[in-house]
């Protein structure tokens, strides 16, 4: 199964199991999604459950919070990443307050969907990864998977939970990767990264469509006899810090790769909070490899733009050698 | 069930060369579209043709794959940007969503730097760095080329605000869809922009699809010409495939704004004859329903028409109009696939660090 099939395979087990699930989005139904991420659900599930939405994505985000409110589970879908701002409003003013303003006698249990990042030839808004900007938001969630196993326990998990969820999908794995997923609807926990591989001489972290090019710098890592751990984040707000400072205790050194510009980005959250916890274990100071500080730009220089593997295997090696 | 279908189709563009207006004044027919001088149909021929056949050379090079990122193609709607140009003066600002080529073309920007724009180089107009999208000329007034759909209204709305403020007399053409007209600031920029006595042609190009959407399935009022009518803004519905009605509408709606009576909508009925996008298999509707315009209602087709049926032009003068045409594009497919690629230290150019 590819990332997008399973998210598919997540969104029709949601909707069989729970009526209260309703799907909402520009071009969702008919179409089945710019992605074809919602493909056959409306045939499947009806216009009731499926809604194709007017092109209004401040709307599409201030119903799903309305809906929520009312107990149903709304999962709405933006169709890229830089299409999502008008939601803003509604995420940090309303979403992410509801629950604290009704002193907990609401809660929004709603999720939007959410393409994000480069590598697809697209230029500027349909190529952003901004989840720093949402991890930022007191009380929502942001969830990346970066594996079609992932995809479909995390996006069951985030429409089963109380909460609003912004669930970012890496749209340059949407079909590049493919995994075993059993359609069993279990969920996978969220608040907790993945170790995928373990090692002891330096801890990657990362997340979404990096996790690829981070476990091939492993790989090559491994080459040069460097032993590396990778951790994929998959949940970034809130992030499992105890997974983290545990590797890090372990390696001493960590690298994190993330393609979302470097100032402010999440990486430097994770640096900050390694740095505060874990400062006497560090055998070299963390270090970020991420896209820079730049418009993401057309394809013919977006793999300048880009973390490349060979990047993060230098990054990695120079901080094996510090100490 | 709220959602079902309704048997209502959309709007279909007229099939006679009339203009309906839904002003305050209520609703009425203005006449039919006076002819156009010699010049001037043969020049919107040559217009309309230069838009058709780089938009059909775009599309073979992003077959090629010679474009990246996105390619949205105007092909069916030519009338309404060539016959809204005319009725503009040096001055007039124009802005526009993503299907942008056309209107670029229309303001006169070189269809080298368009093309070259397209595949990325250097000599683009945004030197290789913007795309189809996103593309400026300060020297012919044309303010983008937007991505974000809709985001363009209130634009528009503000480069009007600067006309009124420095009393410069000119008018801003902004140009949406009618997937755009769903989208909140644009009745924001209505509301402002009425208040305010705006000068800003709102032209809404409606093409009865927002990607895989009918206007029925989106819309509650399908009639976009009343969109404004609650803020007291007039509107007219427009043969968006007749070049003579859309200068004809063009030109009042200009004075409109000129003479200092605010902002005006013109609806445009119009049809994109290929997908959203280069990448739309466009199930959403049937190729019968895509022939029947074509072979109906042509913009470029109806000017040829008259063109020989009045004897203003013969056959041979218009191969050789084509065969210009022609050059130009090919010219242009040229330069855009041979020039150099932007320099990677362009990442850094033109943005704050
Ligand atoms: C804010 C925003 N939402 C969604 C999109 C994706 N999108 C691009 S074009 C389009 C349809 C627009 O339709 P319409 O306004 O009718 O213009 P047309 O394509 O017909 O020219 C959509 C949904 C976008 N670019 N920006
Ligand atoms: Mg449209």
Not at chain 1, 52 to 72: F, N, R
């Amino acid at each position: 199964m590819t990332l997008v099939e399973a998210v598919n395979a997540a969104l029709a087990r949601a909707l069989a199991d729970d009526s209260n699930v309703v799907l909402l989005g520009e071009d969702i139904g008919v179409n089945g999604g710019v992605f074809r991420a919602t493909i056959g659900l409306q045939q499947r599930f009806g216009r009731e459950r499926v809604v194709d939405t007017p092109l209004a994505e401040a709307l599409i985000g201030g119903l799903c919070v309305g809906m929520a409110a009312q107990g149903l589970k709304p999962v709405g879908e933006i169709q890229f990443m830089g299409f999502l701002y008008p939601c803003i409003d509604q995420l940090v003013n309303h979403a992410s307050r509801l629950r604290h303003r009704t002193q907990g006698r609401l809660s929004c249990p709603m999720v939007l969907r959410v393409p994000h990042g480069a590598g697809i030839r697209a230029p500027e808004h349909h190529s952003e990864s901004t989840e720093a900007m949402l991890a930022h938001i007191p009380g929502l969630r942001v969830v990346m998977p970066s594996s079609p196993e992932r995809a479909y326990g995390l996006l069951l998990a985030a429409i089963r939970d109380p909460d609003p969820v912004i669930f970012l999908e890496p749209t340059r794995i949407y079909r590049a990767v493919k995994g075993q997923v059993e359609d069993n609807g279990e969920a996978l926990p969220l608040d907790v990264a993945f170790v995928l591989r373990e090692g002891r001489d330096v801890t990657l972290i990362s997340w979404g469509a990096m996790v690829r090019e981070t476990m091939a710098a492993a790989d090559q890592l491994a080459a040069e006899h460097l032993d590396a751990e990778v951790i994929d984040l998959a949940t970034l707000k809130p992030y499992d810090a105890e997974t983290i400072l545990a590797s890090v205790a372990k390696t001493g050194r960590c690298v994190i790769v993330h393609e979302a510009a470097r100032t402010g980005g999440f990486g430097a959250e994770i640096a900050a909070s390694i740095a505060e916890r874990a400062l006497l274990s560090l055998l070299a100071p963390p270090v970020r490899i991420t896209g820079y500080d730049t418009v993401i730009p057309l394809p013919r220089l977006e793999q300048h733009y880009m973390p490349s593997v060979g990047r993060i295997v230098a990054a990695a090696r120079k901080v094996c050698q510090f100490s | 069930m709220g959602l079902a279908k309704t048997k209502k189709q959309a709007a279909i563009p007229a099939t006679t060369s009339e203009t309906r207006v839904s002003g305050p004044s209520g609703d009425g027919f203005a006449q039919a579209p006076p002819d156009l001088p010699k010049e001037v149909e043969l020049r919107v021929y040559r217009d309309m043709l230069m838009i058709r056949r780089f938009e059909e050379r775009a599309g073979q090079m992003y077959g090629m794959g010679l474009i990246g990122g996105f390619c949205h193609l105007y092909i069916g709607q030519e009338a309404v940007v060539v016959g809204t140009q005319l009725a503009l003066k040096p001055g007039d600002q124009v802005i526009t969503g993503y299907r942008d080529h056309g209107h670029m073309l229309a303001c006169g920007m070189d269809p080298k730097g368009v093309m070259a724009e397209l595949t990325g180089r250097r000599s683009g107009y945004s030197k290789g760095k913007g795309g189809s999208m996103h593309m400026f000329s300060i020297e012919k007034n044309f303010y983008g080329g937007h991505g974000i759909v809709a985001a363009q209204v209130s634009l528009g709305t503000g480069i009007a605000f600067a006309n009124r403020y420095r009393q410069n007399g000119n008018v801003c053409v902004t140009y949406f869809g009618d997937g755009a007209a769903n989208q909140g600031q644009v009745y924001e920029s209505f509301n402002m922009a009425e208040l305010w006595k705006l000068p800003v042609v709102y032209v809404i190009e409606n093409n009865r699809y927002a990607m895989g959407t009918a206007v029925t399935r989106a819309s509650a009022q399908v009639d976009f010409s009343k969109r404004g009518l609650s803020f007291n803004i007039p509107g007219e519905q427009v043969d968006g495939m007749d070049v003579r009605a859309v200068k004809a509408a063009a030109e009042r709606a200009v004075k409109w704004c000129r003479d200092g009576n605010g902002p005006i909508i013109l609806e445009m009925l119009t049809y994109r004859y290929r997908g959203h996008s280069m990448s739309d298999p466009a199930k959403y509707r049937t190729r019968e329903e895509v022939e029947k315009v074509r072979t109906e209602r042509d913009p470029i087709e109806q000017v040829r028409a008259r063109l020989l049926a009045t004897g203003r032009a013969s056959e041979d003068e218009l191969k050789r109009t084509d065969a210009e045409v022609r050059k130009i594009i090919n010219e242009a497919a040229e330069f855009a696939a041979h020039e150099p690629e932007p320099d990677p230290a362009e990442l850094w150019t033109d943005v704050v660090r």
